[in-house]
């Protein structure tokens, strides 16, 4: 890398601005110290973007997403087209799948930049570093860069320079993110002195925050983690490839991850995706796993992405003769396919490393399966990193303690989502945030138009009040979010200019939180304990326990921590199970491992001596797996589950039941 002195008024001598930058290169056009410190209160300051991919051009065979976000040989090479795409981008095969038309552009991109990046070209780097320097300039503060690609895109797309293998790529791809560390670094003289600092606990990301740098995670979003795929319906790794995989990830610094991406694996199903996109998806499924996705009657309000049927001709010729794509029943949207048992296994084990689990795209089936299992712990290292959760989800993410952006949409649009759920935030004291999916293939905020009554407006000053940030400029061109919209990274900072203008200032404030928010509930999982289980071992009896002459569902079954036994009652209503704690404890939470036979209508009664008994908590409508009763708290030597009411023709039959103080 030719590094040379910062010229101009760029030259002022301030930490923030590198004693050395490539030339030529993008400028930054922000001017004023970046702030530093917290408020009054200690909490952290600034933006988050909750969901990046840097590096996706490293995945996919290296060729669906054309450019790079930095190069040593400078900005020319970092920013050309793929070459398949010169003379006139003919060739451009996914620009035409996924924005229509013939796929034509033009494809030089420095200096000129005539056709992309652009709002709607979703095969063009948006990520080059100096945008996303301009970013942290203007006020974001944490950056979660998903390590991302899939196997099948790789294996389908004609033009690819390597393999396909998605950890092989996961794993380029957290390199090049510490190359591009180190890149920025050497800008500033060396080691630990840039502005783009890679962080590996929370703690560590609050003080590069204080000193007014960004903290930048690493998290995966990938369909096949650790080879775990399945093909008809077999999967393909075990519990030892996953401790193994999880291992690895958070070595290489990941702290967040998806456990299904696009199609079902052997961990869990997915949200579907919509249209001829997803009808083009629902090809990938078949050619990775041999089977269609596969819908049901949701079982409550939450629900799955409508399923594509739309058509999607060069997708769908990639099916072998005579295959074609299913049609569904229109009331059937969500997917059949949860949580597996070794998607259950792999949650735990994010759990054991105080992981954050992100349930964008998994299927609502999985997504609740995933909540109960996470609420018996009490553990809320849950993210919803650009809305893909079901939102009647919301509440249960943050009285969990977990943290939700959206996806970086149009600012009304944005703006509207924000102030739906302002109760919500307000309710549980959090921060808002955003994910931009940048080389994601997703699509960004085009423009409002020029003529728009309330554009936006150059120069304007950052939501700190402490920089000036006017067009951003890179070679010959300058872009302007009124009639360019959302382009790149170095426009985060005018969308949120223009989410102050058409959503109010009370958006951007609670935007402002969000830095801390996302921190705290970071620093909550790796704080976690797991809770003592007061009923472990206890003393149990039961109205009654089915007889078996092979197999025992004795009450103290249920509290021996066998996930493999069970107690298991007579097939009638009113039917009880009891712990006798030893002495007296506080009770707060009760949690329970249903079998098959599980109750619908049922309560957690506690007593002092076993002989008087109090209702703490009860329900009406149970659907068996994994509960969790929490409550006020009361002393209780002796707890009870009391059927009332039976969710099956059998009886009561509870794996484990928890008992715990917190």
């Known amino acids: 890398?030719?590094?040379?002195?910062?010229?101009?008024?760029?030259?002022?001598?301030?930490?923030?601005?590198?004693?050395?930058?490539?030339?030529?290169?993008?400028?930054?056009?922000?001017?004023?110290?970046?702030?530093?410190?917290?408020?009054?209160?200690?909490?952290?300051?600034?933006?988050?973007?909750?969901?990046?991919?840097?590096?996706?051009?490293?995945?996919?065979?290296?060729?669906?997403?054309?450019?790079?976000?930095?190069?040593?040989?400078?900005?020319?090479?970092?920013?050309?087209?793929?070459?398949?795409?010169?003379?006139?981008?003919?060739?451009?095969i996914f620009d035409f799948i996924t924005k229509g038309g013939d796929g034509k552009h033009d494809p030089d991109g420095w200096p000129t930049f005539k056709d992309w990046p652009a709002h709607d070209s979703l095969t063009h780097q948006q990520n080059y570093y100096a945008w996303i320097e301009r970013a942290w300039r203007g006020g974001q503060r944490v950056l979660v860069n998903d390590l991302v690609t899939n196997g099948v895109i790789c294996s389908v797309y004609f033009f690819k320079d390597r393999g396909c293998d998605e950890m092989t790529a996961i794993r380029l791809e957290a390199k090049k993110t510490y190359d591009m560390q180190a890149y920025v670094d050497k800008m500033y003289g060396g080691a630990g002195k840039g502005w783009f600092r890679i962080v590996t606990d929370s703690a560590q990301a609050r003080e590069v925050i204080k000193q007014g740098k960004l903290a930048v995670v690493l998290g995966v979003e990938t369909s096949e983690p650790f080879g775990?795929?399945?093909?008809?319906?077999?999967?393909?790794?075990?519990?030892?490839?996953?401790?193994?995989?999880?291992?690895?990830?958070?070595?290489?610094?990941?702290?967040?991850?998806?456990?299904?991406?696009?199609?079902?694996?052997?961990?869990?199903?997915?949200?579907?995706?919509?249209?001829?996109?997803?009808?083009?998806?629902?090809?990938?499924?078949?050619?990775?796993?041999?089977?269609?996705?596969?819908?049901?009657?949701?079982?409550?309000?939450?629900?799955?992405?409508?399923?594509?049927?739309?058509?999607?001709?060069?997708?769908?010729?990639?099916?072998?003769?005579g295959v074609s794509v299913p049609s569904y029943a229109s009331g059937a949207q969500c997917n059949t396919r949860g949580l597996t048992d070794l998607g259950d296994y792999a949650v735990r084990g994010m759990m054991k490393r105080k992981m954050m689990l992100e349930l964008d795209h998994m299927s609502v089936k999985a997504a609740g399966q995933a909540f109960d299992i996470l609420e018996t712990e009490s553990y809320p290292g849950v993210i919803s990193s650009h809305s893909w959760m079901?939102?009647?989800?919301?509440?249960?993410?943050?009285?969990?303690?977990?943290?939700?952006?959206?996806?970086?949409?149009?600012?009304?649009?944005?703006?509207?989502?924000?102030?739906?759920?302002?109760?919500?935030?307000?309710?549980?004291?959090?921060?808002?945030?955003?994910?931009?999916?940048?080389?994601?293939?997703?699509?960004?905020?085009?423009?409002?138009?020029?003529n728009t009554p309330n554009p936006v407006t150059y120069p304007f000053r950052s939501t700190d009040g402490g920089s000036v940030i006017d067009k951003v400029t890179t070679g010959q061109r300058t872009w302007d979010l009124n009639t360019d919209g959302a382009s790149h990274y170095g426009l985060v900072p005018d969308w949120i200019e223009d989410i102050r203008l058409t959503g109010g200032q009370g958006v951007v404030d609670d935007l402002f939180k969000g830095a801390e928010s996302y921190l705290r509930t970071w620093g909550n999982s790796e704080q976690h304990k797991a809770g003592v289980n007061l009923a472990a071992g206890a003393a149990a009896s039961a109205s009654s326990a089915e007889w078996n002459p092979f197999i025992s569902y004795a009450p103290g079954r249920a509290v021996d921590g066998?996930?493999?036994?069970?107690?298991?009652?007579?097939?009638?209503?009113?039917?009880?199970?009891?712990?006798?704690?030893?002495?007296?404890?506080?009770?707060?939470?009760?949690t329970l491992e249903w079998e098959r036979a599980y109750g619908r209508s049922y309560r957690i009664e506690l007593s002092p001596d076993g002989t008087n008994w109090q209702t703490a908590w009860s329900t009406a409508s149970g659907d068996g797996g994994l509960d969790t009763a929490q409550f006020a708290g009361a002393p209780a030597r002796y707890v009870r589950v009391h059927g009332a009411g039976r969710g099956t023709q059998w009886g009561y039959s509870l794996y484990e039941v928890g008992v715990y103080s917190s």
Request: with cysteine.
């Open 562 to 590: 066998d996930r493999g036994s069970r107690w298991a009652s007579d097939w009638n209503d009113g039917q009880w199970v009891q712990f006798d704690l030893g002495s007296p404890a506080l009770v707060k939470r009760v």
């Open 228 to 321: 775990c795929k399945q093909i008809l319906d077999i999967a393909q790794c075990g519990k030892a490839d996953i401790d193994r995989g999880l291992d690895e990830l958070y070595n290489l610094g990941v702290r967040s991850m998806f456990l299904c991406h696009k199609f079902d694996n052997a961990l869990c199903g997915v949200r579907f995706d919509e249209g001829a996109l997803g009808t083009a998806i629902n090809v990938g499924q078949f050619l990775s796993t041999g089977t269609f996705w596969q819908t049901e009657q949701c079982r409550g309000p939450q629900q799955d992405n409508p399923i594509g049927l739309a058509p999607a001709a060069s997708a769908e010729k990639q099916l072998p003769a």
């Open 390 to 450: 079901d939102l009647g989800w919301t509440e249960r993410l943050y009285k969990l303690g977990g943290f939700a952006t959206a996806y970086m949409g149009g600012s009304e649009g944005f703006s509207a989502e924000a102030k739906r759920t302002d109760a919500l935030r307000e309710k549980y004291n959090v921060g808002y945030g955003y994910g931009t999916d940048m080389n994601g293939v997703g699509g960004w905020p085009g423009p409002r138009g020029a």
């Open 1 to 92: 890398m030719a590094l040379g002195p910062v010229p101009g008024a760029a030259a002022d001598n301030g930490w923030w601005n590198p004693t050395a930058r490539p030339a030529p290169d993008s400028q930054i056009n922000v001017t004023g110290e970046p702030f530093k410190g917290t408020d009054a209160q200690g909490n952290v300051r600034g933006f988050v973007d909750a969901h990046d991919h840097i590096m996706s051009n490293e995945g996919f065979g290296g060729r669906l997403i054309c450019g790079k976000p930095f190069s040593d040989a400078g900005i020319a090479d970092a920013l050309k087209d793929c070459p398949e795409h010169y003379p006139d981008g003919s060739l451009a």
